[in-house]
């Protein structure tokens, strides 16, 4: 009998998805009929809006879009992306340069997969959302992680980049809302970074799936357009998930220099092919249309990021900055790990989140999931009463700690 394991070294080691487990665990004892509040999953509450619905069920008509379509992405779409990203960034590209993908995550695999040789470092300012540094691995790159806390607002200076150099780094990736922070870089900090890796030559690899979502004060800043010294070495992530309310229609993008959308064009005509042809068609109509429904959807998540940080502060041994942009929240819970609660003393905010689930059923994501242990992500991308009633239930039970 073979003693060779059955499943890759490379496999083997991606770890599964601590969001998705999260929810789909909290899922699973809601249907064992328990009333659990999940804080888990990134995903809007609002059902994607209707003109786009009424686009994909025409597209699904035509007897055009039944047959395979260009690996790259529909033409009309590679063209209204490059239109919407002048529109939103200020940012010019050719539709050549755009390469439609199976959701933002594709996009996130295919641009390491391309960019990176076995070695090459990526510099990751942490907390991370989960999906970068098993992308990163299976294209054999080396993380080094850039770490952030509550005290900087979960925002990194130029100095520490500096600091985590070295003449293997190739690639800054640069997230701007952040996910699962919420932490958005100035018009100057964002300006500054491009700058210094533009004097560095790294590539700078930009995910602004939530570009439109910022709140107070803030405003989204492209990299590209803020650091123009960069030119041709910066690569822009995106997609409708978060915009429009799009989950589960699966397209996001990639936008760069032609060798880059090209190679990363051939590595997918293998993989997939073509993103379903009515879901572009639905694409096309979201990213052709005007931002009303995004404002509508805006508005009710500053309501709850308000209500979220009051509720969550005022919680004792949990101390929540105010997110700027995106719709998580991520407090620190440094200050209640170690002590009793329930007769029970967990010894990590994973252990916590864990009680958590089991005594005051509300789901949530421990920070172990983005690479800083002792902290929470909370999505408040849910209905209000849902987020009032778990905050509270949350709260009730941490008061309790000792």
């Known amino acids: 009998m073979s003693t060779r394991p059955r499943i890759s070294a490379r496999i083997s080691a991606i770890s599964e998805s601590a969001t998705l487990a999260v929810d789909a665990k909290a899922k699973a004892m809601k249907a064992a009929g328990r009333p659990v509040i999940g804080f888990g999953a990134g995903e809007p509450d609002f059902s994607t809006p209707g003109y786009i619905v009424e686009a994909a069920i025409q ?4 007897p055009r879009f039944h047959k395979y379509t260009p690996a790259g992405g529909l033409p009309e779409l590679k063209q209204a992306i490059a239109d919407k990203t002048r529109r939103d960034s200020g940012y010019a590209v050719e539709a050549s340069q755009v390469l439609v ?3 933002g995550k594709q996009a996130v695999y295919e641009v390491f997969a391309t960019l990176l040789d076995p070695g090459d470092e990526v510099l990751v300012v942490a907390p991370y959302w989960t999906t970068y540094p098993e992308a990163i691995k299976l294209a054999g790159g080396v993380q080094v992680d850039v770490v952030t806390d509550e005290s900087t607002g979960y925002l990194a200076s130029v100095e520490q980049l500096e ?3 070295t003449e293997r780094t190739k690639v800054l990736l640069f997230v701007s809302p952040s996910n699962p922070t919420g932490a958005v870089y100035s018009p100057e900090e964002t300006a500054a970074i491009g700058r210094w890796a533009a004097e560095h030559g790294l ?3 930009t995910d602004e799936i939530y570009e439109h979502l910022v709140y107070g004060g803030a405003e989204f800043t492209s990299i590209a357009t803020a650091a ?3 030119g041709d070495r910066v690569v822009i992530l995106n997609g409708v998930a978060k915009t429009y309310a799009m989950t589960g229609w699966r397209v996001g993008w990639l936008i760069g220099p032609s060798d880059v959308v090209k190679a990363a064009t051939n590595l997918q005509s293998h993989a997939t092919s073509n993103v379903s042809n009515v879901s572009q068609m639905a694409a096309l109509a979201a990213v052709s249309g005007d931002l009303s429904a995004v404002a509508e959807m805006r508005t009710a998540f500053d309501r709850r990021r308000q209500t979220i940080v009051r509720m969550l502060n005022e919680i004792p041994g949990v101390f929540c900055p105010e997110p700027k942009g995106a719709f998580y929240a991520y407090p620190s819970v440094k200050e209640l790990v170690g002590k009793e609660l329930r007769g029970r003393r967990p010894q ?8 958590i689930l089991e005594e005051a059923e509300v789901a949530v994501v421990p920070g172990e999931a983005f690479g800083t242990p002792g902290y929470f992500r909370l999505s408040y991308a849910l209905g209000d009463d849902d987020l009032v009633e778990g905050v509270s239930r949350m709260g009730k039970l941490l008061s309790e700690a000792r």
């Open 228 to 230: 123009p010294e960069l």
């Open 101 to 103: 993908t199976n959701g």
């Open 163 to 165: 600091a985590a150099r």
């Open 203 to 205: 590539w700078v690899v």
């Open 59 to 62: 597209a699904a008509r035509e």
């Open 348 to 355: 990590s905010s994973g252990e916590l989140a864990e009680l």
